[in-house]
């Protein structure tokens, strides 16, 4: 962002602390501030009415997340976040927002491009679903993990349970118990309680179905 508009946003913001397993705000509540993540890792979690809701996707440092609600006229948030470790976070107010967009135009671009990010992030979702299957789809999960937590080098942790990560690829717990089982029996990776260690990432990325690219 230009100089000008990034220090009149900066001087909008707060900076505010939470636990691990917080909840920043729930699904169905009245939205009145956006965030970005400073630090941690934040879950978003979608529905629920008939069972367990749907882990929609891990956020690391630099995401935004909460734009929806406070960008359509219905203010109402679609999803829930949860904080999977002590998070710091930049909050900025709905009022702020509207106040600074009329002062300096440009700064819609910052939240169009964050909506750009979320439409691409779950037309991929939708088309992996329709086209891939489950175990493909376990591995590609496992490799983006690698992006969100900056671990994918050997014997490095992704504090993720099973279930989590059954529940981010849409496929079932028994099927995920499996195929993780068969990974641990090629020594691909270890798991443990709510953690999964990878020990040959290249391997991931082939069992996901993912072309290096040359360069």
Known sequence: ??????????????????????YLYHEGQTGDAVYVLVSGRIGIWSGGERGDPMLLAILGPGEMFGELAILS???????????LSPVEVVQILRADIEALRLRFPRISDVFIQAL????QRLTTQ????????GSTRLYRQLWRLGDVYETRRAGLELPISQQQLASMTGVGLRITNRVLNEARAEGILE?????????????????????????
Do not use: H, Y
């Open 1 to 22: 962002m230009p100089e000008r508009e990034r220090t009149a946003l900066e001087a909008r913001c707060r900076r505010l602390k939470f636990p691990a397993q917080a």
């Open 73 to 83: 006229e219905q203010r109402v948030r679609t999803a829930t976040t949860q904080a």
């Open 116 to 119: 750009l990010r979320l439409v």
């Open 126 to 133: 939708v088309s992996e679903l329709s086209e891939l299957d």
């Open 191 to 215: 798991t443990g309680k709510k953690r999964i260690v990878v020990n040959d990432w290249a391997l991931v990325r082939r069992r996901a179905g993912l072309r290096f690219r040359p360069g």
